[in-house]
């Protein structure tokens, strides 16, 4: 699978984190805490998912991407379910031409053949639209699973391997992530989760080995920029090895 020519995955500079990830939970406590329905929750989130990408320039963050609706999200009630599917058609509808505007380049990660056509559509058109955009990368997780995706991944690698164009001796760490809906980005060094739960729920698994964890308790709905702001510093004092010994 070819290498987005567009990307460059080996510089960067400063001590911030190049690319941040985000497992934004809590929506539906925040809302519930105000007496309302979930999905209001979901509608504040959806706000604070401008401000944070605004926040990405001044931070040196070229890379955000959040998690939207998992695999498992279809748990949910139908309502919710339904809202959420409506949220992100809105989202997309209203906020095309100021990601564009912005120089976001945008992308969607997971499994797209459980989406409705008329979602999958302006997805398409969001990409197609921001392609040429080179500030900051925002990839979408819309019904991602990180196990999906390692199986899905393997499934195009077993076809290769299959039809003659990859020996099975060259896959190794190199090559499968190639097949990976992530193949384009870098792996995120920093994966922040709200809302005072400390786990990942299948998020970026393969990519997320190195990354640093921030857990806090923050509901998403009221995350913001100054927050990313300071996380970012923390993430600067880390000293990060990658399993080697400092010389
Ligand atoms: C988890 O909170 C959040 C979600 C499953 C949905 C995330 C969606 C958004 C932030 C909306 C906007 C996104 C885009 C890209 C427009 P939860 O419902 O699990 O909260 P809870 O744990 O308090 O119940």
Redesign the pocket.
Known sequence: MPKDPDIDLATHTGSGPRHVAII???????A?AKGRP?LF??HA??R??REVVEACPDLNIKYLT?????TE?WKRTQTEVAG?MS??RR?ISKETRALAARNVRVRFIGDRVRLDKKLTVLMDQLEQETEPMDGVNLT?ALNYGGRDEVARATKRLAMDVANGTLDPMDVNEETLPRYLDTHVLPDPDLVIRT?G?ARISNFLLWQSAYAEYEFIDT??PDFTAAELGELCTNYGSRDRRFGAVKT
Not at 24 to 30: A, I
């Open positions: 934004m939970d809590g929506n539906g406590r925040w519930e979930r929750g979901h989130g959806a604070r998912v959040i998690f939207a609706f998992s999200n959420l949220l992100f989202y979408i809302s739960e509901l998403w």
